[in-house]
């Protein structure tokens, strides 16, 4: 396998003097081609920092960030632009939606936005809400969708570009029990399908969808683990999410 994010030393730091925070400091992290990664930690910890950083949202300090194959930072906003619509996807955990767009039109303006034809793109659309469950609400606005439909909304525009990664930054921390278990469910099946993924969370239970948890603390990294019983547990979180326990 090869690296499809790499960061080398990265930092991200506000303010100066006394007031200088290091939100990231010094991380080298790569993810692999169809690995799923979950970064956890307390909150102001870094990670949505990091996050943002590894898919050109936000500039580093210092450091090395290269996606799919090319370096990034330092480079022209026009330039992580174009990387952002052709390489990489987010997901958000206040979704992000165009409230005025139909689920459909959601999903087919990123394939727009980078130059598909509208059929291709309305033809890819459909594909990706019938895949995410929600070929019967293409039509809908988002105010009339629930919380886990709006967020696989959110991940089937994601997918729409084919990205060579998912960038995903706390996608259940607004939702309800069993709406997590849907978007959870989503994510598994994802990783399965050869997806590369790198999930910010709060939430452990989200581990179950990936084969790394990496934790952080003030900036840094300070775990790295293998879960190697992703199958299992996988599939022990989803059941008892739906168990209502």
Request: aromatic content about 2%; some cysteine; glycine content about 10%.
């Amino acid at each position: 396998m090869s690296a499809v994010v790499r960061v080398v030393a990265l930092t991200k730091h506000f303010g100066r003097g006394e007031g200088l925070v290091r939100a990231v400091d010094g991380v080298d992290l790569e993810v692999e081609a169809g690995e799923a990664v979950v970064v956890t930690g307390p909150s102001g910890c870094g990670k949505s920092t990091l996050l943002q950083l590894m898919g050109g949202l936000d500039v580093p300090t210092g450091g090395e960030v290269w996606v799919a194959g090319e370096r990034i930072d330092g480079t022209s906003e026009r330039r992580r632009a174009r990387l952002r619509r052709h390489s990489v996807g987010f997901v958000f955990q206040e979704f992000h939606l165009m409230e005025d767009l139909t689920a459909l039109e959601n999903v087919e303006l990123p394939a727009l936005l980078a130059g598909l034809s509208p059929g291709p793109a309305r033809r890819r659309a459909r594909e990706l809400l019938d895949r995410v469950g929600l070929a019967d609400r293409a039509g809908h606005v988002p105010a009339t969708l629930s919380g886990g439909q709006k967020q696989r909304v959110a991940v089937a525009r994601a997918l729409v570009n084919r990205p060579a990664v998912v960038l995903a930054d706390e996608p259940t921390g607004n939702l309800d029990s069993a709406a997590t278990t849907e978007v959870l469910r989503l994510l598994d099946d994802l990783k399965a399908q050869g997806q590369t993924l790198v999930v910010v969370t709060h939430d452990r239970r989200t581990a179950a969808t990936a084969d790394r948890m990496v934790s952080m603390r003030d900036g840094v990294l300070v775990e790295d683990v293998a879960l190697v019983s992703h199958a299992a547990s996988a599939a022990d979180v989803l059941a008892y999410g739906d168990s209502g326990s």
